[in-house]
């Protein structure tokens, strides 16, 4: 029988995994640090690993399986968390722009975090954080 | 009813970086497309700015600050009337220009975002001249001076949002200060600063201000993270916002931070008391979370309405938005135009789809919107109006979309916790009939701004900054300058004898 999967609050679409792909390609390692706020607030901003201090302040929401990679952790604010924690992220990807210093954003394609709620099961395995 | 021509001729077909006062090709050669969100087509082309263009900006600015520094408050003053004088003589063709570069109705811009820009810049031509330093009498023999003196060289961050009335905000401060600037605009909104620069390139000298474009992590973080700026300013998002502050605290130096909100609309029970004038303004107020698309960090995103008259208000609020007119910005009469990219309409669409998964019902709009023709291509999105409970994630996040949800509070304790239960502090809306009522409600709310009994309004001279997470420092007000001085002390001894130390 195979290994269950483990249950995880993100995901990362293929085409989403592809970009990753290029930009590690170009900047080694990779993290994520969930944006909240203005313009383009709710976006998942892209930095090379480290580039982006995270402190207790943050809350490690998971880490995302690409294959060929290292493990891309996807951070956010634990105050932002407190809203979010009932949803499962998806990272995406859309033809568009973004603003911010993600590292995406010259190549004509922008991130995008899809949501949909946990299930009860998921609630259940990923327990209080 | 007008309906403007695209303003082809407004645009060169290809923009350098703004340096020293003339156009200076980018260092790599590389450029990037602008496609306007009416249409989706490219309509220029604008340079792909790196850490070298930002470089040069950085030297002309650094060449320029000491004479611009000292230059006379007045005459500087005089500098930013005759700008505001020249925005004036070109209010349509920049109000144009905006329309066609961010997608936002050409009646705003017309009536709001250019008047607004030439107000600012002569209400700080008048704050300049009018700030006074400090005298303290220590003793009998000693004076405390106090100067405002300009930092010097200074960067800042525009968001796409008021490409223009931005960038004023932000510039008119600085500049009566005595600073000279290297700015980034957003590479989503990155033309019609160019075409502000040139029109006012005989009334700056050069260098002053500098305008690089180009994308955020190839030139907005060389500038923000360069040790030649004396101080940051930015508005945006909130991961930026602290990614800025952590270069920043390389540096050692100030920032000011605008990071956006989600902003309660309180609709007390008294409101409705009357089918009067006061009622429709404030429905107008309801409505107003669809003005420039939404996109707006105050926009009044979360109506809260006391349960007394929730379904009445409710149901004329609803009335008021399927009244309004979505379709070509270019037209007088469009109330609603494009969002201003295809990564914020998708963005949108997606707090849609989590909105309706949480259970929040949709009472209007909900969907994408196709105008037909040329406008096919944009980036259009029905005024929507939700229904749910302000735990939910559409409640909590700024969507930056014409999108709006609804609650209902008891009473006054209620309706303040449902206000103030956010991570965020920038804008609220208070309306209710009871003076005294109204001021205790705006006093309770933990937010930089409450509009009462009226909604998204800019005067100068009201100052505008967030609570909480929207950040902080102020701006559209006198205490901008300060965050663009640093205080000079001189203390002058007139004692004539020894202290007795030595």
């Known amino acids: 029988m195979p290994a269950l999967k483990p249950i995880s609050q993100v995901a990362v679409t293929e085409a989403a995994a592809e970009l990753l792909r290029e930009l590690t390609a170009e900047h080694g390692p990779l993290m994520f640090h969930q944006s909240g706020g203005c313009c383009d607030g709710s976006a998942p901003m892209c930095f090379p690993a480290g580039e982006f201090l995270t402190s207790d302040s943050d809350v490690l929401v998971g880490e995302l399986a690409v294959p060929g990679l290292a493990p891309v952790a996807v951070w956010m604010a634990r105050d932002q968390f407190a809203y979010w924690s009932h949803t499962h992220l998806t990272i995406d990807v859309v033809p568009g722009r973004g603003s911010g210093f993600s590292l995406e954003s010259p190549t004509g394609r922008r991130f995008l975090t899809r949501s949909r709620l946990l299930t009860d099961e998921e609630s259940a395995a990923l327990g209080p954080r | ?502």
């Open chain 2, 1 to 502: 009813m007008t309906i403007f021509q695209p303003p082809t001729t407004t645009f060169k077909a290809r923009y350098e970086n703004w340096i020293g006062g003339a156009w200076v090709p980018p260092v790599r050669g590389q450029y990037f497309e602008n496609p306007t969100p009416v249409t989706g087509q490219v309509f220029c082309e604008v340079a792909r700015g790196t850490a070298e263009d930002i470089e040069l900006a950085l030297d002309a600015a650094h060449a320029a600050a000491p004479a611009w520094g000292r230059t006379a408050p007045a005459a500087r003053a005089l500098v930013l009337t005759k700008i505001a004088d020249r925005i004036a003589e070109n209010l349509e063709l920049l109000a144009v220009a905006e329309s066609w570069e961010n997608g936002k109705p050409v009646r705003e811009t017309l009536a709001a975002d250019i008047p607004l820009a030439v107000d600012h810049l002569r209400y700080y031509a008048g704050a300049i001249r009018a700030q006074e330093g400090g005298l303290s009498q220590i003793d009998d023999d000693t004076v405390a001076y106090h100067f405002n003196e300009p930092l010097g060289v200074v960067g800042q961050i525009i968001p796409w949002n008021f490409p223009l009335l931005m960038a004023i905000w932000k510039l008119a401060p600085a500049l009566a200060a005595g600073n000279a600037v290297v700015l980034k605009p957003a590479e989503q909104t990155p033309a019609t600063v160019l075409v502000l620069m040139e029109l006012i390139a005989d009334l700056l000298p050069p260098g002053v201000v500098n305008v690089v474009n180009g994308f955020g992590v190839e030139a907005g973080k060389p500038l923000a993270s360069s040790s030649r700026i004396r101080k940051i300013s930015f508005t945006g998002e909130t991961t930026t916002g602290r990614l800025i502050m952590q270069y920043a605290s390389g540096n050692l130096i100030p920032v000011t931070l605008e990071l956006g909100g989600k902003s309660p609309n309180l609709f007390f029970a008294d409101v409705a008391a009357e089918q009067d004038a006061f009622y429709d303004k404030a429905l107008e107020g309801f409505a107003m979370f669809a003005l420039n698309q939404g996109e707006v960090c105050t926009c009044p995103s979360r109506a809260l309405i006391q349960a007394p008259i929730y379904d009445r208000l409710l149901s004329d609020g609803l009335e008021r938005v399927r009244a309004m007119r979505q379709g070509n910005p270019l037209d007088t009469d469009t109330m609603v135009g494009a969002q201003a990219s295809n990564d914020q309409l998708e963005k949108i669409l997606s707090y849609i789809d989590i909105g309706q998964a949480e259970g929040a019902k949709v009472l209007a709009g909900g969907e994408r919107v196709d105008l037909g023709g040329d406008l096919s291509g944009g980036y259009y999105v029905a005024p929507t109006v939700f229904e749910g409970d302000n735990s939910m994630r559409i409640f909590q996040e700024e969507i930056f979309g014409p999108v709006l949800a609804v609650t209902r509070f008891e009473d006054f304790e209620d309706g303040i916790a449902i206000a103030n239960d956010t991570l965020y502090g920038l804008g609220a809306g208070v309306w209710s009939r009871d003076g005294s009522n109204a001021y205790r409600a705006g006093r309770a709310i933990q937010a930089g701004r409450v509009w009462t009994n009226c909604y998204h309004a800019y005067p100068a001279h009201a100052a505008f900054g967030g609570y909480k997470n929207s950040g902080f420092g102020r701006e559209t007000h006198q205490m901008a300058l300060q965050h663009y001085q640093q205080t000079k002390n001189l203390l002058v001894s007139y004692a004539p004898k020894a202290q007795g130390f030595f």
